[in-house]
């Protein structure tokens, strides 16, 4: 059983409960603290460049090929707690994307201390690629009626390609767009009805279907990318 089926179940158990013990008027406590781990989202961070503090492991297929998703710690965040993880992850990995929230380029070293590109740097294998990954947040539905990102994003883009290109040389490969936060409403369906998550949820579904989300928010774009161009790159340095 799936985490999503898992949630499913254990929420309709809960209102079943719920409905027949008159004494019991909601279900917060230990069954609602369950419920919130279980619910789709429970894993996404808050903001924190250090919110993720232990490399996680999500295994993919694609066409009966599989690989291995790994979420590492922020390069941006306490590098003392997570320095030995991320160069154990990125040394071994075939592509690293440098994920981001604004189309600029990330901080460069001043003297006597290592800014994030020389950070990225530092960890790579003779034959890593690494892109960037603009993920865009968006809060307003009606901010996808037009492209995902506006002239002036794709031209602060440009500079950060350049820039990252100059230093990281024949390892860097470009950016990737995507609004994770959009494409997350138009996937999830395990969610508490009075979360934030499922009241954003209705937001975005009153205007777009969820397929449209997945194409709008470039996460169908992304998937194609990673499943097709980033895995056939793969194969051809293993």
Known sequence: MDQQEHFKRFYANMKNSNMKNSNMKNYRGSEHAELEKLQDGAIIGDGRSD???????????????SFVLLDVPGIE??????????SDVTRKAHAIFYVTKTPAPPQKGEEGKEGTIEKIQKQLDSQTEVYTLYNKPINNPRALKDELIDENEK????????????????????????????????????????????????????????????????????????????????????
């Open 155 to 238: 031209e602060s883009l440009k500079i950060l390609n350049e820039k990252m290109g100059a230093i990281l040389g024949k390892h860097y490969e470009g950016h990737q767009i995507v609004s994770v936060q959009a494409a997350f409403y138009g996937l999830s369906s395990a969610l508490l009805p009075e979360s934030d998550f499922y009241k954003n949820k209705q937001k975005f579904l009153a205007i777009f279907k969820a397929e449209e989300l997945l194409l709008k928010s470039h996460f169908k774009q992304l998937g194609k990318f990673i499943a097709e161009a980033l895995l056939e790159n793969s194969r051809k340095k293993s």
């Open 77 to 86: 965040g306490d590098e003392k707690k997570v320095k030995q993880q991320i």
């Open 51 to 65: 919110f993720t503090l232990e490399t996680k492991s999500y295994t993919m297929k694609h066409n009966n090929q």
